[in-house]
T-cell receptor
Framework: GDSVTQMEGPVTLSEEAFLTINCTYT??????LFWYVQYPGEGLQLLLK?????DKGSNKGFEATYRKETTSFHLEKGSVQVSDSAVYFCALMRETGGFKTIFGAGTRLFVKA | KAGVTQTPRYLIKTRGQQVTLSCSPISGHRSVSWYQQTPGQGLQFLFE???????NKGNFPGRFSGRQFSNSRSEMNVSTLELGDSALYLC????????????FGQGTRLTVV
C-alpha cells in the first residue's frame, strides 16, 4: 500500500542554518505531495504542495521538488529561524474512490537562537 | 472566513463510555476527513465524507463511526472507549471532491481514563 517515510528527528539546528528534511514515498499512480507543519497545541497547517512530477512547491522560504524518478519530496530552507521550530509532516494524497492522505511519522525541528 | 472548528477542544472520558466529536468545515467546503494522531502511530486516516456520504474509510474497528449533515458539519463517534483511544482527533475540510488542499482544525484532545 501507499506509504511515506521521512527522516527521524529531532533535528536541532542553530538559527540561520540550512535545513533539509528527507521524505520518500511509495504509491501507485501519481499522488499529490504535501508538507504540513504542526506547532505545539495546534492542528496541521499546509506548508506547501506539488501535484505533478518536477513541480516545486514553495512557501515562507521553504521549498520541495516532486521527484518521481527518486520518489522523493525533500523539504529545504536556506536559513531557519527560531520560529520554524515545529513538527513537519510529509504526506501524499491519492484518489482511491475517495481521497485519503497518508502521512509520514513527522520530524521535530528545534532551532536554537 | 472562519477556519475549521472542532469542538470540544479537550475531553476526558472513562473506559467503556462513548464520545461524540464535532467538526464544522470552512464555509462552502463539502468534504470532511477525520484523522487520529497518537505518539506511537502518528497520523492515521479514519474516514472521509462528501455530501453526507462516506467515500473512504481507514483501518479502524467498527467502534469508530461518523456522519455528515446536510450543512457539511460532521460528527465522529467512538463507542466503548478504550485507553488506546486517547489521542488528538483532527478534522480536515476540502472544498470539493477533486480539490487536494485540506485545511485542518486544531483538533480535539481525547483522554480516556
Amino acid at each position: 500500500g501507499d506509504s511515506v517515510t521521512q527522516m527521524e528527528g529531532p533535528v536541532t539546528l542553530s538559527e540561520e542554518a540550512f535545513l533539509t528534511i528527507n521524505c520518500t514515498y511509495t504509491a501507485t499512480g501519481y499522488p499529490s505531495l504535501f508538507w504540513y507543519v504542526q506547532y505545539p497545541g495546534e492542528g496541521l497547517q499546509l506548508l506547501l504542495k506539488a501535484t505533478k512530477a518536477d513541480d516545486k512547491g514553495s512557501n515562507k522560504g521553504f521549498e520541495a521538488t516532486y521527484r518521481k524518478e527518486t520518489t522523493s519530496f525533500h523539504l529545504e530552507k536556506g536559513s531557519v529561524q527560531v520560529s520554524d521550530s515545529a513538527v513537519y509532516f510529509c504526506a501524499l494524497m491519492r484518489e482511491t474512490g475517495g481521497f485519503k492522505t497518508i502521512f509520514g511519522a513527522g520530524t521535530r525541528l528545534f532551532v536554537k537562537a | 472566513k472562519a477556519g475549521v472548528t472542532q469542538t470540544p477542544r479537550y475531553l476526558i472520558k472513562t473506559r467503556g463510555q462513548q464520545v461524540t466529536l464535532s467538526c464544522s468545515p470552512i464555509s462552502g467546503h463539502r468534504s470532511v476527513s477525520w484523522y487520529q494522531q497518537t505518539p506511537g502511530q502518528g497520523l492515521q486516516f479514519l474516514f472521509e465524507y462528501f455530501s453526507e456520504t462516506q467515500r473512504n474509510k481507514g483501518n479502524f474497528p467498527g467502534r469508530f463511526s461518523g456522519r455528515q449533515f446536510s450543512n457539511s458539519r460532521s460528527e465522529m463517534n467512538v463507542s466503548t472507549l478504550e485507553l488506546g483511544d486517547s489521542a488528538l482527533y483532527l478534522c480536515a475540510s476540502r472544498s470539493g471532491v477533486m480539490d487536494t488542499e485540506a485545511f485542518f482544525g486544531q483538533g480535539t484532545r481525547l483522554t480516556v481514563v
